[in-house]
């Protein structure tokens, strides 16, 4: 099988998750495993795409929050496949907006999974990504209006073309004690905890590309963030805009990229175009 080709998508059961593995289905020319933190749920919704659509997904258990369940799944994927082809992290969490759960508490969880969790991931996995594999982390347009909202301090730095991932890890680290303090605001950091976790996940992503044009510049690999939009999920609710298949274009426009494009790359990107961070 090592020659086989395969996709995967982190937290695939449901919403935008579960649209990207429906579309990767009907669209890439390989396995696409489709995974989840509770197996029932991961082995209901492949039952659902099986019996109703007459697609063919995999499951393969992956709870992000776990370094052992990270490191289990790569094992496998290099072991049958050689590698990946496409790694789409799109696992995360969001509280509701009327949630009363305190900002420190919501800081702790949120980061820890949007922007902990997907980094070991990423630090597992990237390198099994093959030659001109495709690599694309589910950010948000959030993203963009939390750094707007961030100091003009915070925002050169989150901007900057040689910020490292130390650098990124030490404030993201800061903004969760920030917020446990109750300074975050007067630090300069907005009130958007969701936001914030999504600005990491988008300098991460930037940070990502420049290692992979210093250490692989030759395997044509392509790793952006994205905008899916704002969608009808659990997370966003019922009053947004997309249906989780418009949310999954984005992703998956990025994730089929033909083998000779170089781009875009290092990029955040919404309805299929680059946007200035």
Same mark, same amino acid.
């Given at each position: 099988?090592?020659?086989?080709?395969?996709?995967?998508?982190?937290?695939?059961? @449901?919403?935008?998750?579960?649209?990207?593995?429906?579309?990767?289905?009907?669209?890439?020319?390989?396995?696409?495993?489709?995974?989840?933190?509770?197996?029932?749920?991961?082995?209901?919704?492949?039952?659902a795409?099986?019996?109703?659509?007459?697609?063919?997904? +995999?499951?393969?258990?992956?709870?992000?929050?776990? +370094?052992?369940?990270?490191?289990?799944?790569?094992?496998?994927?290099?072991? @049958?496949?050689?590698?990946?082809?496409?790694?789409?992290?799109?696992?995360?969490?969001?509280?509701?907006?009327?949630?009363? $759960?305190?900002?420190? /508490?919501?800081?702790?969880? /949120?980061?820890?999974?949007?922007?902990?969790?997907t %980094?070991?991931?990423?630090?597992?996995?990237?390198?099994?990504?093959?030659?001109?594999?495709?690599?694309?982390?589910?950010?948000?347009?959030?993203?963009?209006?939390? +750094?707007?909202?961030?100091?003009? *301090? =915070?925002?050169?730095?989150?901007?900057s073309? $040689?910020?490292?991932?130390?650098?990124l890890?030490?404030?993201?680290?800061?903004f969760?004690?920030?917020? @446990? @303090?109750?300074?975050? *605001?007067?630090?300069?950091?907005?009130?958007?905890?969701?936001?914030?976790?999504?600005?990491g996940?988008?300098?991460?992503?930037?940070?990502?590309?420049r290692?992979?044009?210093?250490? %692989?510049?030759?395997?044509?690999?392509?790793?952006?963030?994205?905008?899916?939009?704002?969608?009808?999920?659990?997370?966003?609710? $019922?009053?947004?805009?997309?249906?989780?298949? *418009? #949310?999954?274009?984005?992703?998956v426009?990025?994730? =089929? =990229?033909?083998?000779?494009?170089?781009?875009?790359? #290092?990029?955040?990107?919404? *309805?299929?175009?680059?946007?200035?961070?």
């Amino acid at each position: 099988m090592a020659g086989a080709k395969v996709a995967v998508v982190t937290g695939g059961n @449901k919403g935008i998750g579960l649209a990207i593995v429906r579309a990767l289905c009907k669209q890439f020319k390989g396995d696409v495993y489709l995974t989840a933190r509770d197996p029932k749920l991961g082995v209901e919704a492949i039952r659902a795409l099986k019996e109703k659509e007459g697609l063919s997904p +995999l499951f393969h258990q992956l709870d992000i929050n776990n +370094l052992q369940s990270i490191r289990t799944l790569g094992s496998f994927l290099k072991e @049958k496949y050689g590698g990946i082809d496409v790694l789409i992290n799109n696992a995360g969490i969001a509280f509701k907006v009327a949630d009363t $759960t305190p900002i420190a /508490t919501q800081a702790e969880m /949120t980061l820890k999974t949007n922007f902990f969790a997907t %980094r070991d991931v990423c630090n597992v996995l990237l390198p099994l990504i093959k030659p001109h594999g495709r690599v694309v982390n589910v950010s948000s347009f959030v993203s963009l209006m939390a +750094l707007e909202r961030c100091s003009p *301090e =915070l925002q050169k730095v989150f901007r900057s073309d $040689t910020i490292t991932e130390e650098e990124l890890v030490t404030l993201m680290e800061k903004f969760v004690e920030d917020a @446990k @303090k109750g300074v975050h *605001e007067t630090q300069g950091w907005p009130n958007m905890v969701y936001g914030v976790s999504k600005v990491g996940v988008t300098v991460l992503s930037r940070i990502q590309a420049r290692e992979l044009n210093e250490k %692989r510049q030759n395997d044509g690999i392509l790793l952006n963030a994205c905008c899916p939009g704002w969608v009808k999920t659990d997370m966003a609710g $019922t009053n947004a805009q997309k249906s989780p298949d *418009e #949310g999954a274009e984005t992703p998956v426009y990025l994730a =089929l =990229l033909p083998n000779n494009a170089d781009s875009p790359h #290092g990029e955040l990107v919404s *309805e299929k175009k680059v946007v200035p961070w």
